[in-house]
């Protein structure tokens, strides 16, 4: 069974920084994994890609050059540094592993239909 825990959101005020951690099942090691997020009354969205070996990264457009996403595999924990948060990344953050098959107009699937609680992030202007 994959276990997926999202820690580090909270509140804060636009322009600054938090650092999301996803622990995960150690199985989740020979996944590419991602972060998504969603905001209320939206769709859930991709974030950020990772590759297994954590050479290969991928961006929404929205968060590009701002968010940053790793994975410390021998940990099982993959990150998301986000700097100069803007209102408009208030959401709950999940982590999930996903499908580089799935691949579409700059987003992946999640591979389990299962997800963690995630973390909510609230940005305030």
């Known amino acids: 069974q994959v276990q997926l825990a999202e820690s580090g959101g909270g509140l804060v005020q636009s322009g600054e920084s938090l650092r999301l951690s996803c622990a995960h099942s150690r199985s989740l090691r020979d996944y590419a994994m991602g972060w998504f997020r969603r905001a209320p009354g939206k769709e859930r969205e991709f974030v950020a890609g990772v590759s297994i070996s954590g050479g290969n990264k991928l961006y929404a457009d929205s968060v590009k050059g701002r968010f940053t996403i790793s994975r410390d595999n021998a940990a099982n924990i993959v990150y998301l540094q986000m700097n100069q948060l803007k209102p408009e990344d208030t959401a709950v953050y999940s982590c999930?592993?996903?499908?580089?098959?799935?691949?579409?107009?700059?987003?992946?699937?999640?591979?389990?239909?299962?997800w963690g609680p995630g973390t909510q992030v609230t940005v305030s202007s």
């Open positions: 999930n592993a996903i499908d580089p098959s799935t691949y579409r107009n700059g987003s992946y699937h999640a591979v389990f239909d299962s």
